[in-house]
């Protein structure tokens, strides 16, 4: 099993037992959590800062001093049911859980890391998180020896290398079993919920697309504050065939369909979606999230500041948004201003590309055509070639019967009016209409035909 608060740990485990009545019943009404510690070792931190986990990420959300004794205490609130962290000095963290039905957590720190010297003194859920921590640590040193033993072992040594692979075998059934008698403690236990809820997705991985839809509650707020949810994404677009057209943004619609029922974990999915796509790509999936679900019509919440951040490049050349204003340089060292163009067509297709792309060579005889056909009913077509010099860029006009305006600044991507339209791949459109919107950015020439021929009826 592999999730996010299962990491190496050195610790002492207190166990406690909590006084009766501190977990209340599932149907009822929450209570405030105190959370509470003690560091033990000299020079003790001034500060210990609380964090709150969503997926991959932590925001802080909390601080307290800590007392001279060493003793530090948290304001009473009620936290949300998930995975946590404590730390001092920012860098130095440990995993907690917290969960409103538990009343207290006490820990104490002995040392240096935190994850490596913290003890449970009171919170039956951390006890079995950090727990399982150390059966997964001794488990882990166990299989390390049999790997060297192995690594030692000759080759034609059979029966010794079978008698490891049995070990290693009891090894893993041994760790399996401790950690379901620790979930057996308390069925209804949050971390319970999270080794279960991985244990299916990881069983349906394998199976490809349709078993992992079915494995995972989209809707299960309670897998927010942990890694879960933000691999179980990943699964199912790491599922996708490469041979599917589009396949990506359609199991992207596929997975913010299935959250719909509960906003946080549409929003959550919507977060994890555009900022994989909008860092990694592909270009025309991280657009079309933003055009659909971040300023469009798909948006069943507005978006925060932070996805307005990440999107930011993609929201200012969405489709509805104003036309970046660019100038374009001339053969005779002149300028020209793109908005200078609008006026004089119905409508103008912006076409960046590079005289080295075999894509963009495959876009021309259908855009030669498609000129030919609508530039006299209002048409025009502008390349821009992100081009290092202009050897290049003119031995395609003349090789390939370029007969629309085309321009180059001649510096690669550095190109100011590539990095105006958050141009990331070639080739690629943005289709503008006289007033200056961007009403349009098709994939290819086809896409481009279907528009125009029913715009300019």
């Not at 935190?114 to 003194?121: C, G, K």
């Not at 055009?291 to 932070?306: E, I, M, Q, S």
């Not at 860029?393 to 390939?400: D, G, H």
Request: glycine residues 6%.
């Amino acid at each position: 099993m592999n999730f996010a608060c299962i990491r190496s740990m050195r610790s002492i485990i207190i166990v406690k037992q909590l006084l009766p009545g501190l977990f209340a019943s599932l149907g009822s009404v929450a209570n405030a959590q105190t959370l509470t510690g003690e560091f033990t070792f000299r020079e003790p931190p001034e500060q210990v800062v609380l964090w709150s986990t969503t997926g991959a990420d932590h925001d802080r959300i909390d601080s307290t001093p800590v007392r001279g004794s060493g003793h530090f205490d948290f304001a009473e609130r009620e936290y949300p049911a998930g995975f946590y962290q404590l730390s001092i000095n920012d860098s130095d963290r440990v995993d907690i859980i917290l969960d409103p039905r538990e009343r207290v957590v006490e820990l104490q720190f002995h040392g240096k890391p935190l994850q490596e010297h913290v003890s449970v003194i009171a919170s039956l859920e951390n006890q079995r998180m950090w727990k399982y921590k150390l059966v997964s640590r001794n488990a882990q040193a166990e299989l390390q020896v049999n790997r060297e033993k192995r690594g030692g072992a000759a080759a034609t040594d059979i029966h010794a290398l079978m008698r490891l692979d049995s070990a290693d075998q009891m090894i893993r059934a041994r760790q399996e079993q401790d950690l379901e008698r620790l979930i057996d403690e308390d069925t209804t236990s949050y971390f319970g919920h999270v080794v279960r809820g991985d244990r299916r997705l990881m069983a349906a991985i394998p199976n490809g697309f349709q078993a992992i839809k079915e494995a995972f509650d989209w809707t299960d707020g309670r897998m927010l504050r942990s890694s879960i949810r933000s691999k179980a994404i990943m699964a199912v677009l790491q599922s996708v065939p490469m041979d599917w057209e589009n396949g990506l943004a359609r199991a992207a619609d596929s997975l913010l369909f299935w959250s719909r029922e509960r906003e946080e974990c549409w929003s959550h999915t919507r977060d994890v979606l555009v900022e994989l796509f909008a860092v990694y790509g592909p270009d025309h999936v991280a657009q079309y999230l933003v055009d659909t679900y971040v300023v469009g019509a798909g948006a069943l919440v507005p978006a925060n500041a932070r996805l307005r951040s990440v999107a930011a490049d993609l929201i200012r050349v969405t489709v509805g948004a104003r036309a970046p204003e660019i100038l374009l340089p001339t053969s005779t060292g002149d300028t020209v201003h793109v908005t200078d163009m609008l006026g004089r067509n119905t409508f103008t297709c912006l076409f960046f590309y590079s005289s080295t792309c075999d894509h963009c060579h495959a876009q021309l005889p259908g855009l030669r055509v498609l000129y030919d056909e609508l530039h006299e009913r209002g048409f025009e077509l502008v390349g821009i070639a992100l081009d290092a010099d202009t050897a290049e860029f003119n031995a395609m006009i003349a090789e390939e019967h370029i007969m629309w305006p085309s321009y180059t600044e001649a510096i690669g991507w550095g190109s100011k009016a590539a990095k105006a339209y958050a141009v990331k791949s070639t080739p690629s459109f943005f289709l503008l209409s006289r007033e200056g919107s961007i009403v349009a950015k098709p994939q290819d020439h086809e896409e481009l035909r279907s528009f125009l021929e029913k715009a300019l009826e």
